[in-house]
């Protein structure tokens, strides 16, 4: 009876920390959508921004956090699957390894900022590329390879050895069994870490600070070699050092709406994909 009163007890401390957390969550979400809201319109979304950034719209900064999402995304995506494939499937578990594997993990707990100075000194002047939608995406694959490293790791060590043997012992090579059996029934789970990956590189200010965004710049890109303008960027500047900030505020609480719902956008077709790859496999 203590027992059951003791779990009791537990559960209803567990469920009341889980609802505050997503009350967080929703309160937060409510209260940028009230202040955004009223700014969303046609216009603010298909349009540059005008007079001193204080009117128009945010159409640059769209393009070019989506033209960044997909830059990093095509960098990070094939070099993190291909380096997991190998530390799972082909290295074992020597001491380089294990070497790598913990290098890869304080990797990813470097801030950002200092992945933009990386980025600016490698990729802006010691490469040449300038300050350009090829050095930010560099710059922020960089930063996001290690989650996608981690999670296509798991997913593939989620994968039971038996499908590995069976295979073996059908004639298979190893990498016609990681190519057509362990990397099909393991994508799906791959497609978590892509999501997390995509949802960190929107978001990111410091590393296309020193490497790509532009203050001002109303015009799209034409070439790789070009700045862009980037809503977390554009979203600091409006908020904190814009020329007039009470102009400006509701503007920057529909940049972050704005923000908000291209990451869920993205998130949801990720997650419908990872459904039908999982009902496919099933």
């Known amino acids: 009876m203590k027992k059951q009163v003791k779990q009791n007890i537990a559960f209803g401390i567990f469920r009341g920390l889980s609802l505050i957390v ?22 603010f979304l298909t349009t540059a921004p005008t007079e001193g950034m204080t009117a128009g719209g945010i159409f640059p900064a769209i393009v070019g956090t989506l033209c960044l999402i997909l830059g990093s995304s095509v960098i990070a995506f094939p070099i993190g699957i291909l380096s997991a494939v190998y530390t799972s499937e082909y290295a074992g578990n020597g001491f380089w390894i294990k070497f790598i594997r913990v290098m890869t993990n304080n990797l990813g707990g470097i801030p950002s900022i200092v992945f933009g100075l990386f980025g600016m000194a490698l990729f802006v002047r010691t490469l040449g590329f300038g300050d350009s ?20 790791e798991e997913a593939l060590k989620a994968i039971p050895d038996t499908f590995r043997h069976s295979s073996l012992a059908l004639g298979a090579t190893k990498w016609q069994t990681i190519q ?3 990397l099909p029934m393991a994508f799906p789970n791959i497609i978590t870490g892509l999501i997390l990956s995509i949802g960190r590189v929107s978001g990111e200010t410091a590393p296309i600070l020193f490497t790509v965004a532009a203050y001002f710049l109303p015009q799209l890109p034409h070439s790789i070699y070009d700045q862009v303008m980037a809503l977390p960027y ?18 920057a ?23 039908k790859l999982q009902k496919y496999h099933a």
């Open 133 to 152: 939608i090829i050095a930010g995406s560099f710059t922020l694959g960089l930063l996001t390879l290690p989650l996608v490293i981690r999670t296509t």
């Open 180 to 182: 057509r059996i362990i």
């Open 22 to 43: 997503v009350g967080i969550l929703f309160w937060i979400l409510g209260f940028i959508i009230y202040q955004g809201c009223g700014v969303i319109s046609w216009e």
């Open 234 to 251: 554009h979203l600091y500047v409006i908020a904190v050092s814009g020329t007039d900030l009470e102009a400006t505020r509701p503007l």
């Open 253 to 275: 609480y529909g940049t972050a709406l704005v923000l908000i719902v291209i990451v869920l956008i993205i998130n949801l077709i990720a997650s419908f994909l990872r459904k």
